[in-house]
């Protein structure tokens, strides 16, 4: 279906410019995606630029107030429910973001609030910081290149992770935890 589009884009650019003189008109190459290829130390670099303060964790519920409908999600197989996505994690925990939202909260298998995580920016590459709960204190800043690619730092520049698809590489290049795909 893409290509047919193509093809009839191409042909009226064609006749437009039998129209108008063939100099008038020239067909551009579409842009091809923007992809980030940043190193270890690029990444490390732009996740410790201004490290945010303690979050008042005081504002979240400490229980997933939707903990029985996401248990049915899961064991149905489903990664969404009504307006959020969740994620199921191979140890149990999961996360759950509404749509359009930039937050994202993260249970144990038990649906107790662990973290909370505050994504900053819509596009590629953007930052955002995972608090504990319920101290508020700054776990891990993740770095997301793109929707297959991310690297997570703790506070003082560790690595924690280098997220590749659905899987996570710890420090030494072990998988170290893996999500179900969407």
Do not use: C
């Not at 662990?114 to 891990?140: E, H």
């Amino acid at each position: 279906m893409m290509i047919l589009k193509r093809f009839a884009i191409i042909l009226l650019f064609f006749h437009l410019s039998l129209l108008l003189g063939s100099d008038s008109l020239a067909i551009e190459p579409m842009p091809t995606p923007v992809s980030f290829h940043w190193s270890l130390d690029q990444a490390r670099k732009e996740a410790l630029k201004e490290l945010p303060v303690p979050l008042d964790m005081r504002i979240f519920p400490s229980q997933d107030p939707h903990f029985e409908e996401h248990n049915l999600a899961r064991e149905s197989g489903q990664n969404r429910y009504q307006q959020e996505q969740l994620t199921f994690f191979n140890n149990g925990n999961y996360g759950v973001v509404e749509t359009g939202s930039s937050v994202a909260f993260y249970y144990d298998k038990e649906g107790n609030l662990k973290s909370v995580s505050l994504n900053q920016g819509t596009g590629y590459p953007n930052k955002s910081y995972k608090y504990a709960f319920p101290s508020g204190r700054l776990l891990v800043i993740s770095i997301r290149l793109s929707s297959s690619e991310s690297y997570v730092f703790k506070a003082n520049g560790d690595l924690v992770a280098h997220w590749v698809g659905d899987h996570a590489f710890g420090p030494h290049g072990r998988l170290s935890v893996t999500r179900k795909p969407e």
